[in-house]
T-cell receptor, first 114, second 111 residues
Framework: DGGITQSPKYLFRKEGQNVTLSCEQN?????MYWYRQDPGQGLRLIYY???????QKGDIAEGYSVSREKKESFPLTVTSAQKNPTAFYLC?????????????FGSGTRLTVV | DAKTTQPPSMDCAEGRAANLPCNHS???????VYWYRQIHSQGPQYIIH???NNETNEMASLIITEDRKSSTLILPHATLRDTAVYYC????????????FGEGTQLTVNP
C-alpha cells in the first residue's frame, strides 16, 4: 500500500561513525522532510527538500547531511560531527492536492550511539 | 505559518468526549487547520483538517470558530488507545515548505 518506509527501525552506532537512515516513499509527493525527536520533546526540523536535486537546512542541520537524487528517496546521514545523535528520527512527505497540504509520516528510526 | 497555542496536557475519562482546544489567532484566509496525533514511539498520524466549516470523519470532529481564530478537536468517545500527544498545525498552499510542530497537548485517557 502507499506510504513511507523508514529503515532500519532500530540502529546502533559507535561514536565517531557515520550512519545513513533510509526514507522511501511511493506517494508521488515532491516535498520530503527529516525531523528529530528527543524524549518528551516536540519535532525539530533537520532538512527538507521541495524537489529532486534540491534541499534546504532546517533548524538543526549541523552534523547531518542529505541527498535527493530521486523523487522517491531522501536519505539522511548522521555524521560524526553530530555531538548528540541519539534520538528518534522521522521522515515525512507533504501532499500538494488542492485542499489537502497535509503530511504523511514514516514510522521512524530510533538511533542509539553506543 | 500561523503560530498555534495548545495546553500542554489534558485528562479525560474513558468513554467520555475529549475536547482539545487550539488557538491560532494569526491564521490567514487560505490556511487550513490540521490535527495530528503521536502515540509513543510512533510517527505522527493525520486525524482531520478543515478550512472554515466544521468537519467530521471516523476518528474525530473539528469545530472551527466563525472568526477562525481557534478550533477544537473532539474525540467523541475516548478510549485508552487515544492516549497520545495531539498537534494542531496551520498551513496553506502558499505557506512555504517548512512545517513546524509545537509541543502539542498530551492527552491521557484514564480508565
Amino acid at each position: 500500500d502507499g506510504g513511507i518506509t523508514q529503515s532500519p527501525k532500530y540502529l546502533f552506532r559507535k561514536e565517531g561513525q557515520n550512519v545513513t537512515l533510509s526514507c522511501e516513499q511511493n506517494l508521488n509527493h515532491d516535498a520530503m522532510y527529516w525531523y528529530r525527536q528527543d524524549p518528551g520533546q516536540g519535532l525539530r526540523l533537520i532538512y527538507y527538500s521541495q524537489i529532486v536535486n534540491d534541499f534546504q537546512k532546517g533548524d538543526i542541520a549541523e552534523g547531518y547531511s542529505v541527498s535527493r537524487e530521486k523523487k522517491e528517496s531522501f536519505p539522511l546521514t548522521v555524521t560524526s560531527a553530530q555531538k548528540n545523535p541519539t534520538a528518534f528520527y522521522l521522515c515525512a512527505t507533504r501532499g500538494a492536492e488542492v485542499g489537502n497540504y497535509g503530511y504523511t509520516f514514516g514510522s521512524g528510526t530510533r538511533l542509539t550511539v553506543v | 505559518d500561523a503560530k498555534t497555542t495548545q495546553p500542554p496536557s489534558m485528562d479525560c475519562a474513558e468513554g467520555r468526549a475529549a475536547n482539545l482546544p487550539c488557538n491560532h489567532s494569526t491564521i490567514s484566509g487560505n490556511e487550513y487547520v490540521y490535527w495530528y496525533r503521536q502515540i509513543h514511539s510512533q510517527g505522527p498520524q493525520y486525524i482531520i483538517h478543515g478550512l472554515k466549516n466544521n468537519e467530521t470523519n471516523e476518528m474525530a470532529s473539528l469545530i472551527i470558530t466563525e472568526d477562525r481564530k481557534s478550533s477544537t478537536l473532539i474525540l467523541p468517545h475516548a478510549t485508552l488507545r487515544d492516549t497520545a500527544v495531539y498537534y494542531c498545525i496551520v498551513r496553506g498552499e502558499t505557506s512555504g515548505s517548512r512545517l513546524t510542530f509545537g509541543e502539542g497537548t498530551q492527552l491521557t485517557v484514564n480508565p
